[in-house]
T-cell receptor, first 115, second 112 residues
Framework: ETGVTQSPTHLIKTRGQQVTLRCSSQ?????VSWYQQALGQGPQFIFQ???????GRGNFPPRFSGLQFPNYSSELNVNALELDDSALYLC??????????????FGPGTRLTVL | DAKTTQPPSMDCAEGRAANLPCNHS???????VYWYRQIHSQGPQYIIH???NNETNEMASLIITEDRKSSTLILPHATLRDTAVYYC?????????????FGTGTRLQVTL
């Protein structure tokens, strides 16, 4: 059983550019969540996808968007990058059953630096 | 979501028990207490969760007070590999999204 994987591990972009981060869920998991973790802070919830539909969103602007594919892999897209978007981006997957859910398993994250 | 309060840092000698406290005085009846930890440069790792009874697994024990307003995570024999940031989180058992609301956690330093 493979765990949650993310790519790339590190990324450097400049202000105004767009970025796509990728996540492969743990086998059998149909729910994926994305978190942003600034240096020295705890992870902050961005949004979640369940069976390819957005299933909840945190306090992030619309330039943060996502996709979940039929194989439950996922993408996080960020447009018009700002310096404050520099952070570790974490993907987590779990088995969701309608309104209930199980523990989330996290990937190692993608470190994004915006210059 | 209910909020939690944790000490910013703690030290523990290797081989001793590490007791990490958490206050969650506004917890609701349907909210569980979850503990995750994050070792440097890794994603958070699930440790344990509970509703009102004490829980134990191969990693740790969770003691929840009778009024559920506080809890303690116990690592019975801490090792250097337990050095990490520990997050106490409360969340409902179900809902529209299984988001985790992280605070700043407790940085546990295990020393020789």
């Amino acid at each position: 059983e493979t765990g949650v994987t993310q790519s790339p591990t590190h990324l450097i972009k400049t202000r105004g550019q767009q970025v796509t981060l990728r996540c492969s869920s743990q086998s059998g998991h149909n729910t994926v969540s994305w978190y942003q973790q600034a240096l020295g802070q705890g992870p902050q919830f961005i949004f979640q996808y369940y069976r390819e539909e957005e299933n909840g969103r945190g306090n992030f602007p619309p330039r943060f968007s996502g996709l979940q594919f039929p194989n439950y892999s996922s993408e996080l897209n960020v447009n018009a990058l700002e310096l404050d978007d520099s952070a570790l981006y974490l993907c987590a997957s779990n088995i969701g059953h309608g309104g209930s859910y199980n523990e989330q398993f996290f990937g190692p994250g993608t470190r994004l630096t915006v210059l | 979501d209910a909020k939690t309060t944790q000490p910013p840092s703690m030290d523990c000698a290797e081989g001793r028990a590490a007791n990490l406290p958490c206050n969650h005085s506004t917890i609701s009846g349907n909210e569980y207490v979850y503990w995750y930890r994050q070792i440097h440069s890794q994603g958070p790792q699930y440790i344990i969760h509970g509703l009102k009874n004490n829980e134990t697994n191969e990693m740790a024990s969770l003691i929840i007070t009778e009024d559920r307003k506080s809890s303690t995570l116990i690592l019975p024999h801490a090792t250097l590999r337990d050095t990490a940031v520990y997050y106490c989180i409360v969340r409902p058992s179900s809902g529209t999204a299984s988001k985790l609301t992280f605070g700043t956690g407790t940085r546990l330093q295990v020393t020789l």
